[in-house]
């Protein structure tokens, strides 16, 4: 009931404007309950629109990395508002078609974002790029667990509201 409550108060704060078309590379689609699109009724993203919506750093320790990395990214939290996401799951899809649910509950409650930089270097799909939903593992020990670490998907392209 929580998210329900506080997507509605990102529908109604989103921008009225629809999204601009990607001048660059498109590294991010969104599909599914959302109101504002750009491309086809999804909502498409390159880097700099990503960017454009805030970019945060998240310091913090992973399974996957030695030692702590910054992670830079832009909040969850920002780009569903600014797609005006309508639901309380969100679907991340990366490139090799690995899919993990999320709650929508996850962008407000845990600062959530979709990093596309580590320690200052764009993340390349090597990299586990373009988009890495990260966690701040560090900050609360309920983060360091299986369930947010198997909600932070690499290689992410995609989300679908749902």
Do not use: C
């Not at 929580?2 to 999204?19: E, N, Y």
């Not at 990395?65 to 990366?94: C, H, N, W, Y």
């Not at 290689?155 to 679908?160: D, N």
Request: charged share 20%; proline share 4%; net charge negative.
């Amino acid at each position: 009931m929580a998210a329900a409550f506080w997507l509605t108060g990102l529908v109604t704060t989103a921008s009225a404007q629809d999204l601009p078309t990607p001048q660059g590379e498109v590294i991010l689609t969104i599909d599914g309950a959302i109101a504002h699109t750009n491309v086809d009724g999804t909502a498409q993203f390159d880097r700099k629109m990503l960017e454009g919506l805030g970019v945060v750093d998240v310091t913090t320790g992973t399974p996957w990395f030695d030692g702590k990395m910054t992670f830079s990214g832009a909040p969850l939290a920002a780009v569903l508002e600014r797609v005006g996401a309508q639901g309380d799951m969100i679907k991340a899809v990366a490139l090799n078609d690995y899919e993990t649910d999320i709650p929508v509950s996850d962008a407000k409650d845990t600062g959530v974002i979709l990093a596309m930089k580590v320690n200052g270097r764009d993340m390349t799909v090597r990299d586990k790029g373009p988009i890495f939903v990260i966690y701040p593992f560090d900050r609360e020990d309920r983060l360091e667990t299986q369930t947010y670490y198997s909600r932070s998907a690499w290689q992410v392209t995609r989300l679908s509201i749902r």
